[in-house]
């Protein structure tokens, strides 16, 4: 006799065999009391009794196939799962962190325009009160008007007058206040002069300068 079962595999198993020839006592007693003798075995007659043992237990052996398909799907089902919820947990993952960098690039793009205004604001105050210290044109007295010309200006040639003491730093103060450019970084050239700079010649007058009465300066920016 044997004992048999269906792995999860489906593939059947063979758990124990008990020998032929010997009784459950495992004496193998005849009725006589001599040993019993063995019954040998060929291949006609185990291909026979696997066949009747299959179809004695034909019904246990399907409920066993039937188990371990079931088994099979299960794991099937549960490997899906956790594929699955792995799958998930990485998008999720990738997700928040475009999320996060999304919300980390719109941030410094606010911080850079609200840093953008606040120095916008700064500046026009500044040329604000830059052009009330200058205050209005002087009426009367010794005279020079100056006239700027800027490159790729497309607005009105900028003209003023000022008085014949006042220093050329005034003038770079017209040019900064009113038409915003970086007197730090400006060349006022009269016309057949030399360059003149805010830090080499911003303390001498428009006299010492020697401009005369009308002054047409050509106006250099440095990068």
């Known amino acids: 006799a044997a ?9 059947l198993v063979l758990l124990a065999q008990l020998p032929l020839g010997r009784s459950r006592g495992g004496k193998g007693k005849s009725k006589g009391g001599a040993a019993a003798a063995s019954v040998k075995v060929t291949p006609s007659r185990l291909s026979s009794w696997m066949s009747s043992t299959l179809t004695r237990y034909s019904t246990e052996l399907a409920a066993d196939f039937r188990r371990a ?6 794991r099937e089902i549960e490997n899906e799962f956790k594929s699955g919820l792995n799958e998930d947990r990485d998008r999720e ?6 999320k996060k960098a999304k919300a ?3 941030l410094k793009e606010r911080e850079a325009e609200a840093e953008a205004a606040a120095f916008a604001a700064a500046e026009k105050a500044r040329r604000t009160a830059l052009r009330e210290e200058l205050g209005a ?10 006239a700027l010309r800027i490159p790729k200006s497309k607005g009105p040639r900028l003209q003023r007058k000022f008085l014949a ?3 050329l730093s005034h003038v770079f103060e017209w040019a900064d206040a009113d038409a915003e450019l970086d007197p730090t970084k ?3 050239t009269p016309a057949g002069g030399a360059g003149l700079s805010l830090e080499k010649d911003g303390a001498r007058t428009l006299a010492e300068l020697d401009l005369g009465k009308m002054a047409l300066l050509q106006v250099g920016v440095s990068a």
């Open 137 to 146: 044109e002087p009426a009367e007295g010794s005279l020079v008007s100056v």
């Open 186 to 188: 400006l060349t006022l």
């Open 104 to 106: 980390e690039a719109e």
């Open 3 to 11: 004992i048999m079962r269906v792995d999860e595999r489906g593939q």
């Open 69 to 74: 398909d079931d088994r099979k799907i299960v």
């Open 93 to 98: 993952k990738k997700e928040a962190a475009a």
């Open 165 to 167: 003491s006042d220093p």
